[in-house]
């Protein structure tokens, strides 16, 4: 599996920043993404696929490189342990995140009523869980 960072420069922007991509490529086979970082394209280093400089931001964005790097390697190990085929798709969906279900706030409201019930008569009364 090899990673690769880049810049898409014909996506420039009002700000004059282009957004940073991630490729994972694994068999001939290859997958991009955003990584919904953007900069000014004069501060990117290609050979180190960082970016130049040494700001607080520019550090929290080679860090956010870094573990996104990481995450892309720890999936492809996971998944290559429990398949015998790798997707690149489902790599990227763990790196974004985008498998993980989002809790809504009527899930929120339940759980919350269930941990209430499940406390009365220890620290709520029985009465405050009937009302509920």
């Given amino acids: 599996m090899k990673i690769l960072f880049w810049l898409y420069r014909s996506r420039l922007n009002k700000k004059g920043t282009v ?5 994972i490529s694994l068999n001939g086979k290859r997958i991009s993404f955003s990584t919904n ?3 000014e394209p004069n501060t ?18 080679n860090s ?3 573990a996104l790097s990481m995450a892309a390697r720890t999936a492809f190990h996971k998944t290559s342990e429990k398949n015998t085929s790798v997707d690149l798709a489902v790599i990227r969906d763990i790196i974004m995140s985008k498998n993980t279900q ?7 409201i339940g759980y919350h009523l269930v941990n209430l019930r499940a406390r009365a008569g220890h620290d709520i009364s029985l009465s405050t869980a009937k009302k509920v």
């Avoid at 957004?19 to 490729?23: A, D, E, F, S």
């Avoid at 990117?44 to 964005?61: A, F, P, T």
């Fill in 64 to 66: 956010h490189l870094l």
């Fill in 19 to 23: 957004p940073i991509m991630m490729r």
């Fill in 37 to 39: 970082l953007y900069i």
């Fill in 44 to 61: 990117w280093d290609q050979i180190k696929q960082r970016v130049k400089g040494s700001s607080q931001l520019i550090k929290e964005y």
């Fill in 102 to 108: 989002a809790t809504t706030l009527l899930g929120a």
